[in-house]
């Protein structure tokens, strides 16, 4: 049962991506445009935006600075997006930070670092939105969490907590948003080969492309899905395990996770 409305193109489409430098976020970008969408491309690193810019025709993409945790930067960003294109038709939020933490190396300013760009950063830039969104009674929102956010796992002390926040939120968003019109997208990959993940020092199962991923996320918007998750064979795994009692779960996860 779908339970956003299904899209049935995306040429055309405004649509802003946070996040678009590198990894899943640089994926995304290019399968838009690629489907005629028209791309904000936003992030801290306008090199790489502009790389991908120049594969496409100039109307049909912005290259935009934006920094997910100065709240006039995005509002400016959103304001340059508005006065080019008039509407956003999807805002999707990819920008996160990954750092591996365990009790044992326990770093304060790391977490916090997380907690801000993965859960103050998307909340912002929903803020930013919201209004235009909830009055022009279409479009959505999509924000890419983790399948580290369904339950505690090693080396996620903080990275985990995050995850788990914007599931949460995207439960309530949705919640609030859908009878409005607005689609929500709740984004849960599991290991995907970028920059983030290239910092493990173990085996990633289920590791896909940033190329698959986003074919994923196109085609669980498509399919009007708001729970997107994948790659399936580990997600639905995780999933699982989030439902046993506790005793069975932490034997499982010393069983089949190795860190």
Known sequence: MSLNQKIDHFSGKRIWIIGASSGIGHATAHAFLKLGAKVALSSRRLDSLKEIQSHF????SLVISCDVLNESSLKDAYGTIKNAWGELDLLLYVAGVYEPLRADEFDLDKAKNIIATNVIGPMSA??????DLIRQKHGGIGIVSSVAGYSGLPK??????SKAAMI???ENLY??????????YMINPGFVATEATAKNDFHMPALITSDAAAKHIIDGMMAGDFDIHFPRQFSL????????PYPIYFFLLKKFVKI
Request: proline share 11%; net charge neutral; glycine share 6%.
């Open 57 to 60: 025709s100039p109307e049909s």
């Open 168 to 170: 949460n939120f995207c």
């Open 237 to 244: 795994f995780l999933k699982f395990l989030r439902i046993l």
């Open 126 to 131: 929903c803020s930013v939105v919201l209004p």
């Open 156 to 161: 996620a002390l903080a990275y985990g907590p």
């Open 175 to 184: 919640y609030d948003l859908a009878p409005l019109g607005v689609n929500v």
